[in-house]
């Protein structure tokens, strides 16, 4: 079946640091890639997305593309914030039919000043 | 309203009550998502509706788990007996349609505390 694996947190960083979380995949088919953002004591929110191979998903300084050669949708910010300090969950949806979104475990990021 | 809304936000249970988690999805969408969010377990899908009917119920973990959805819009999540590891944050999400590039947006959540 479908599967995302996201790096374990917590990471910790400076403020103006660069950030990576590495994403990736497992699918059958095509599928379209997330990346959501849970802010303590939030919902989540959807932060970008990527519908097909090569495509670059990007909000709010986040960049993330989408790269089916490694199966792979890694997560990245020039200059991290102490606001962005939040978890972050990579997924997946099935572009076949409907679209339950498969998470990865969730990797939380801390910035301090 | 703007977003989707649930109800309550948070529901403190004794074993073996039963529990109603109600949602409200954006208006005009015809895709509806249940997930449970727990410590141990992550993020699940539950169940997905597609107006009224629900073609997935994979996810629901036993038959103490039950939905429905009416006027293609509320739905109530509905746990019989409760245990305690059905301890979690149930999250419902909602989308235009169903297809697999559509965007789920999620409500916030009721956080679930069975004693």
């Known amino acids: 079946g479908d599967s995302v694996t996201q790096m374990e947190g917590p990471v910790t960083l400076s403020e103006e640091a660069f950030l990576t979380i590495n994403c990736t995949y497992t699918?059958?088919?095509?599928?379209?890639l997330f990346w959501y953002v849970q802010y303590p004591g939030e919902g989540l929110q959807l932060l970008l997305k990527?519908?097909?191979?090569?495509d670059k998903g990007s909000n709010k300084g986040f960049e993330a593309t989408y790269r089916k050669e490694t199966t792979s949708f890694h997560l990245e910010k020039g200059s991290v914030q102490v606001s962005d300090s939040a978890v972050y969950f990579c997924a997946l949806s099935d572009r076949r039919g409907y679209s339950t979104l498969t998470f990865g475990k969730g990797t939380m990021l801390l910035v301090s000043p | 309203g703007a977003g989707v809304s649930q109800s309550p936000s948070n529901k403190v249970t004794e074993k073996g009550k039963d529990v109603e988690l109600r949602c409200d999805p954006i208006?005009?969408?015809?895709?509806l998502y249940w997930y449970r969010q727990s410590l141990g377990q992550g993020l699940e899908f539950l169940i997905y509706f597609q107006g009224n009917s629900a073609p997935d119920k994979s996810g629901l973990p036993s038959d103490r788990f039950s939905a429905e959805r009416t006027g293609g819009s509320v739905s109530t999540l509905t746990i019989q007996r409760t245990q305690q590891e059905d301890s979690a944050v149930y999250l419902c999400?909602?989308?235009?349609?169903?297809?697999?590039?559509?965007?789920?947006?999620f409500g916030p959540g009721t956080r679930l505390l069975v004693l």
């Open positions: 999400a909602s989308s235009w349609t169903s297809g697999g590039q559509e965007t789920q947006y």
């Open positions: 699918a059958t088919g095509y599928p379209s």
């Open positions: 208006s005009g969408h015809t895709a």
């Open positions: 990527a519908t097909k191979a090569d």
